[in-house]
């Protein structure tokens, strides 16, 4: 057996102390043990690189309270003297111990980098990494050995203690406000014994075996321990490791290990049985009783047995026989034979051999047979290795095919912005030999139907599938089969239709003028058979404001339409832009071509002109209109138009008589607030009478700014 630990190593950890590494706390980590009733070991640690090297040179002191348990007196003071590192010429290492050696080398000679030589040409570390990598192998020297903690100043052994006190322990580093808020407590009346490791398993292979143990309850205790084994069925025990094992825990280890301590180690001999137990190590130098006598031995190569089935033959009575081969030159070496039979793949296997069968039989007989069987022949060898043989496939003679599949339904939802994905289920058949299904797709419910599954048939009542967003059809159409196990196919189910989601808005309606007493403007209706509405639209020509919506009506049955002469009665003079918007009934849209409509036919003039006199004046940031209201009949309102910087003209304001300011008993006017300095106005006002006539249209008043 070869004598070495394969360490998987993730990181230093200062055991037992709950210190980080690195970390940039202040606190010391203490422990503390009653070793007899009158000598208490203590250890600790400082909680990184910077306060280990401050440490070395100005000192540690430990500070003991012991508390009387019958009167409860407190007693407080020093009981050590400045503990320092030993020098390095006075360094101790009689028997040559590795640990010793390297815990000198660690606190003097730091002219060797932790790192090899390598690594360190490589810069693959830098000099901060080596500081803490150093200052992690001092914890884990310390933790190994007891003597080397001593030597490095990291450890106190008080021999004044005594039954029936209570001692508590913590040390300060001289002259820093390094101090500890952490302390250990014993009793040496009561000194708890070192656990036994539990639950040791053992798990092995041909050349390597793995042992594993709980650490629940031991980790507190334990920085390192030994595997010991046994080659005369427990005589004696002799270590495995050479080196104390210290296990370094992963962050990602499965869940059934995270409490567990494993162990890997090689096998260079096959022995009938290996026994194996676990002693812990303490930092204080003890050792822990040994675990409970674990057991096994290595396993060697599997045989080359290489079952198969030749034959799976439905007899007379309905019985099958199954038939099988294996490789005859290790047939001396098989223990059991047993046949297994699955009525579905993947699927529970049933072993139809409660004993095995003869060691030279190569034939079965199954009775109990379904009508769809799959067969497996397992073979035994002589190291306990079970030879699966690869599956034959018994099925009786059917030449009905199943039923049609019932109760398709489907769905069509957007995957991406070309492509929609079709989720299709259905009923599951119930024949006992059914092997699955075949879908099949068409764009036209008379057009033939492709086969989807071309690969083979489906297991599952659900199927996906991906079809293009923009096509020229308006609905998808899809249907199945059945197929059973002899390939009997069924039927084809009934026809699924899906409409397909509309992503292409309609084609446009043709938008024509033509005045006439009815207005004028009609349209082609928009050839998309999906149409289900209009919507006259109408803005002032050439403006880039909304366009407003004047109507909206439903699709009519003939293929042209007209707009109510009622939509047309804009103000004289301003030109419209009138469009139709089709709507088809996924909501999409298309303009059609835009029209210009100047007047309306319905607009009756006054037929002689008169005077406005329009005057303008600018006056506190608003500009006031007033004219002549010498009008010929009642009105109804004024229609006050506005252009600016000689742009064109357009509807500013429609006024009703009671709005109307009075300039004076002739006069009329209103106020103009929305103006903007630095522009030049231009204003004219239009009267309608009651009786539905216009008057003209007056001269221009112009306000510069």
Not at 520 to 533: C, P, Q, R
Request: with cysteine; hydrophobic share 35%.
């Amino acid at each position: 057996m070869k004598k070495f630990v394969r360490y998987i190593v993730f990181c230093i950890l200062p055991m037992l102390f709950g210190v980080q590494a690195g970390a940039q706390s202040a606190y010391i980590g203490v422990k503390a043990r009653a070793l007899s009733d009158s000598v208490a070991a203590v250890r600790w640690t400082p909680p990184n690189y910077e306060s280990w090297r401050t440490g070395m040179q100005k000192g540690y002191r430990v500070y003991r309270k012991a508390t009387d348990t019958l009167s409860g007196t407190v007693f407080q003071s020093f009981v050590s003297d400045t503990i320092y590192p030993v020098s390095e010429s006075a360094w101790q290492n009689p028997n040559n111990d590795d640990y010793i050696a390297l815990a000198r080398a660690l606190c003097y000679d730091f002219s060797q980098s932790v790192y090899s030589d390598t690594l360190r040409a490589q810069d693959a570390y830098t000099a901060e990494e080596d500081r803490q990598n150093r200052f992690n192998f001092v914890l884990l020297v310390s933790d190994i050995s007891s003597d080397a903690a001593r030597q490095m100043g990291l450890s106190f052994v008080d021999t004044t203690i005594n039954p029936g006190f209570i001692y508590e322990y913590k040390v300060l580093m001289v002259n820093s406000e390094h101090y500890s808020f952490y302390s250990a407590a014993i009793n040496p009346a009561d000194i708890p014994a070192l656990p036994i490791p539990e639950q040791v398993e053992a798990e092995f292979a041909k050349e390597h075996f793995f042992l594993s143990w709980s650490k629940i309850g031991i980790e507190s205790f334990y920085t390192n321990y030994t595997i010991e084994y046994s080659e005369d069925m427990g005589a004696t025990f002799q270590p495995m490791n050479e080196k104390p094992f210290v296990y370094l825990e992963a962050d990602d280890l499965p869940e059934s290990f995270q409490n567990k301590i494993i162990y890997k180690d090689s096998i260079s001999q096959i022995v009938p049985e290996y026994q194996f137990r676990v002693r812990g190590h303490t930092c204080f130098g003890e050792t822990g009783p040994p675990s409970a006598i674990v057991s096994g031995r290595s396993v060697p190569d599997p045989l080359l047995v290489f079952p198969r089935i030749t034959e799976v033959l439905e007899m007379a009575d309905s019985s099958f026989q199954i038939r099988w081969a294996i490789n005859e030159a290790v047939a001396d070496s098989i223990t059991a034979i047993h046949i297994v039979r699955y009525e579905d793949v993947p699927g529970e296997a049933q072993r139809l051999t409660t004993t095995s069968l003869g060691l030279q039989e190569r034939t079965y007989r199954d009775f109990q047979a379904n009508n769809v069987n799959y067969y497996q022949v397992e073979i035994t060898d002589i190291h306990g290795y079970i030879h699966p043989s690869p599956l034959g496939l018994g099925q009786r003679i059917d030449s009905i095919p199943p039923a049609i599949p019932l109760q398709l339904t489907g769905t069509i939802d957007s995957l991406t912005d070309s492509t929609m994905l079709v989720q299709l289920t259905w009923a599951a058949n119930t024949e006992s030999d059914l092997s699955g299904y075949y879908v099949y797709r068409s764009n036209g419910r008379r057009e033939e139907f492709a086969h989807l599954t071309t690969a083979g048939h489906l297991v599952e009542t659900t199927f996906f599938d991906t079809i293009p967003a923009i096509t020229l059809s308006d609905s998808i159409f899809y249907r199945l089969k059945a197929v059973d196990y002899r390939g009997n196919i069924s039927p084809f189910s009934d026809i699924l239709s899906l409409a397909r989601p509309d992503f292409v808005p309609p084609a446009p309606p043709l938008l024509r003028y033509s005045p006439d007493a009815d207005g004028g403007l009609s349209w082609v209706n928009s050839s998309s058979k999906d149409v289900v509405s209009y919507r006259i639209e109408r803005r002032i020509s050439g403006a880039e404001n909304a366009w407003d919506v004047v109507e909206s009506r439903a699709k009519s049955r003939t293929s042209t339409d007209k707009i109510a002469a009622h939509v047309l009665e804009e103000e004289p003079g301003t030109v419209y832009a009138y469009r139709i918007i089709a709507i088809d009934d996924a909501g999409l849209e298309t303009a059609s071509n835009e029209v210009a409509v100047r007047e309306s036919p319905l607009k009756k003039k006054f037929t002689s002109e008169f005077s406005f006199d329009l005057n303008a004046q600018y006056s506190q940031g608003i500009v006031n209109l007033n004219w002549l209201n010498n009008y010929p009949f009642e009105i109804e309102k004024v229609i006050v138009y506005r252009s600016h910087n000689e742009g064109p003209y357009y509807s500013l304001m429609h006024v009703a008589t009671l709005d109307l300011l009075p300039s004076s008993a002739s006069r009329s006017g209103i106020i103009d607030r929305h103006i903007e300095p630095g522009q030049k106005y231009f204003y004219k006002i239009q009267v309608k009478f009651k009786n539905g006539e216009y008057s003209n249209m007056s001269g221009v008043a112009i306000i510069r700014l």
